[in-house]
């Protein structure tokens, strides 16, 4: 049964976006979409430059409490396995007028992070529901997606990354 955190993070979700009706789009076994972003540090994010290295693209929003629980779990794989290839992007599904409250989230992580409403390029749409973390191969082909369902945890992100990464090293948890 759904936690009571998780449908209000939905229903914010669908209220808040005028972009809710979208289709949500990354296949397990396709050719990641292309994204294109500005991040909040002023730099360009563009999954297709990333080719070559493992990707996780987190979808996230401020005001989301499961969203804000990853956060920490990506932070100690992206900063254990960036040497080795390894990108994460948060991309924030608040509304550009809350870009503050997203920027201040992202002051605790060293991963960098950008608005879904000021992407240049988006050929995922918006989700339907929150947090959603997408794994890309360095093929640029999505190898794994965790939805709101389920609490993301550092295990997790250490088993679908380090295969595709082909490191024999794995996180200390």
């Known amino acids: 049964m759904p936690s009571r955190w998780m449908v209000r993070c939905v229903l914010v979700l669908l209220l808040a976006s005028p972009q809710a009706s979208f289709a949500f789009s990354a296949t397990v076994g396709q050719p990641a979409p292309a ?6 540090n002023g730099e360009t994010f563009d999954l297709n430059a990333e080719r070559g290295k ?9 005001w989301c409490p499961a969203c804000r ?4 779990a990506l932070e ?21 007028r809350d870009e503050s409250a997203a920027a201040k989230e992202m002051n605790s992580y ?13 050929g995922f749409g ?13 093929n640029g082909v999505v190898r794994d997606n ?3 369902d389920q ?7 250490t088993t679908a990354v380090s295969t595709l990464l082909g490191a024999t090293r794995t996180a200390q948890h």
């Open 35 to 40: 994204l294109v972003l500005p991040t909040l």
């Open 54 to 62: 493992v990707v996780i693209i987190h979808l996230w929003a401020s």
């Open 69 to 72: 629980a990853e956060m920490p």
């Open 76 to 96: 100690e794989v992206y900063k254990h396995y960036r040497a080795d290839g390894f990108s994460v992007i948060a991309v924030s599904a608040d509304r550009p």
């Open 110 to 122: 060293t991963f960098p992070a950008g608005l879904l409403s000021n992407a240049t390029s988006n």
């Open 126 to 138: 918006s989700p339907s529901s929150l947090p959603v973390t997408i794994v890309i191969d360095r």
């Open 146 to 148: 965790f939805t709101a």
């Open 151 to 157: 609490t993301l945890t550092a295990v997790d992100l």
